[in-house]
Nanobody
Framework: EVQLVESGGGLVQPGGSLRLSCVAS????????MMWVRQGLGKGLEWIGT????????WVLDSVKGRFTISRDNAKSTLFLQLDDLKPGDTNMYYC?????????RGQGTQVTVSS
């Protein structure tokens, strides 16, 4: 059974940073593409970025390029999302997703709130 557990969210002021983590189990993490998506209250899922299985290549939403960085540690089956220069519009629930379909298996999410 695929299990994904996100953590690291919280309340941060505009311009601040957070590092989100996603610990994976129940599948071969090192062979899987992984994604981060986010969802605002009452809104649909928004793709943020994807990382290939060995972490060599990432694809990131244009609007967060230069601010958000995806990485992974296959030895620890953990996916990361570094959030820098956060803006109020980044306030969302953030989820990690196995595979390349935004509707694929995901965890319970971690809330990021950007507010002064």
């Amino acid at each position: 059974e695929v299990q994904l557990v996100e953590s690291g969210g919280g309340l941060v002021q505009p311009g601040g940073s957070l590092r989100l983590s996603c610990v994976a189990s129940g599948f071969t993490f090192s062979a899987s593409y992984m994604m981060w998506v986010r969802q605002g209250l009452g809104k649909g899922l928004e793709w943020i970025g994807t990382i290939d299985p060995d972490g060599a290549t990432t694809w990131v939403l244009d609007s967060v390029k230069g601010r958000f960085t995806i990485s992974r540690d296959n030895a620890k089956s953990t996916l990361f999302l570094q959030l820098d220069d956060l803006k109020p519009g980044d306030t969302n629930m953030y989820y990690c997703v196995q595979g390349t379909n935004v509707n694929g298996p995901r965890g319970q999410g971690t809330q990021v709130t950007v507010s002064s």
